[in-house]
């Protein structure tokens, strides 16, 4: 093999592994419900306050919920003291037609 086929050869096994790297899949900013396609942000999200007393954002549109981690620019944890642990404050059931019954 000549020295030019063996670097093509290198360069398209390289673009190769760079393509596989491009993330498949459903957009993970929306929902898939009963709001199917409607953006995650469009939803009214409340604080979870974890046993450890740090925040975490929540979300619950009566079919399904949300949870996520509430940090700091840094990506420290927020420990805010908004509630005691292991309460939920804000309007999180709010933003979806769906009734949640529990």
Request: with cysteine; charged share 15%; glycine share 12%.
């Amino acid at each position: 093999m000549h020295m030019n086929s063996v670097k093509v050869l290198i360069l398209l096994g390289a673009a190769a592994g760079i393509s596989a790297c491009t993330p498949v899949g459903p957009d993970k900013n929306l929902d898939r419900g009963i709001d199917s396609d409607a953006n995650l942000s469009t939803l009214v999200a409340g604080i979870w306050v974890d046993p450890n007393g740090c925040d975490h954002w929540i979300i619950d549109d009566g079919v399904e919920g949300y949870l996520s981690e509430r940090l700091q620019p840094d990506g420290r944890p927020v420990c805010s003291g908004v509630a005691p642990p292991t309460t939920v404050v804000g309007p999180f059931q709010s933003g979806s037609p769906v009734p949640d019954f529990l």
